[in-house]
C-alpha cells in the first residue's frame, strides 16, 4: 500500500499503519515547524472592545488588550454573577453590612439619604 508523506507530499510504502513520513529526515523536518494557532499572527482584536492588539513572542494567547477589558468580560459571565449572588446572601456579606452601617462613614451617608 502506499501513502502520502505529511512533509514532502511523496507517496511511499509502510509495513506499519501508523507510519507518516517516508523518512526519518522528513520526520524530523516536520517537527521542527511550529504549529501554533497563532504563529504568523502580528495583531489581533480584543474580545471585549474590539482594539487592536500587537502580539509579541510570549504573548501569542492574549485575549484581552487590559486588565480592565479582561475583568469588564467576566462580570457578564455566569460564573462571575453566580458568584456575587451567593456572597450576597452570605452571613459574611451581613455582617459587614452591619458593621458599615455602625462606622461614622456609614452613618454620614444615611443622614444624607434623608434628606433626600
Same mark, same amino acid.
Given at each position: 500500500?502506499?501513502?502520502?508523506?505529511?512533509? $514532502? !507530499?511523496?507517496?511511499?510504502?509502510?509495513?506499519? +499503519?501508523?507510519?507518516?513520513?517516508?523518512?526519518?529526515?522528513?520526520?524530523?523536518? #516536520?517537527? +521542527?515547524?511550529?504549529?501554533?494557532?497563532? #504563529?504568523?499572527? !502580528?495583531?489581533?482584536?480584543?474580545?471585549? $472592545?474590539?482594539?487592536?492588539?500587537?502580539?509579541?513572542?510570549?504573548?501569542?494567547?492574549?485575549?484581552? $488588550?487590559? !486588565?480592565?477589558?479582561?475583568?469588564?468580560?467576566?462580570?457578564?459571565?455566569?460564573?462571575?454573577?453566580?458568584?456575587? #449572588?451567593?456572597?450576597?446572601?452570605?452571613?459574611?456579606?451581613?455582617?459587614?453590612?452591619?458593621?458599615?452601617?455602625?462606622?461614622?462613614?456609614?452613618?454620614?451617608?444615611?443622614?444624607?439619604?434623608?434628606?433626600?
Amino acid at each position: 500500500m502506499k501513502k502520502n508523506c505529511l512533509f $514532502c !507530499k511523496k507517496k511511499f510504502l509502510f509495513v506499519r +499503519k501508523h507510519k507518516k513520513f517516508c523518512s526519518r529526515n522528513c520526520n524530523s523536518k #516536520y517537527l +521542527k515547524i511550529p504549529k501554533l494557532k497563532f #504563529y504568523n499572527v !502580528k495583531y489581533k482584536n480584543c474580545e471585549h $472592545c474590539n482594539k487592536k492588539i500587537k502580539l509579541t513572542e510570549k504573548g501569542k494567547k492574549r485575549r484581552f $488588550c487590559s !486588565k480592565g477589558c479582561c475583568r469588564k468580560a467576566y462580570r457578564k459571565t455566569d460564573k462571575a454573577k453566580l458568584g456575587t #449572588y451567593i456572597y450576597n446572601r452570605s452571613m459574611k456579606r451581613k455582617l459587614s453590612s452591619k458593621k458599615y452601617a455602625r462606622s461614622e462613614h456609614g452613618a454620614l451617608k444615611r443622614r444624607l439619604k434623608d434628606r433626600e
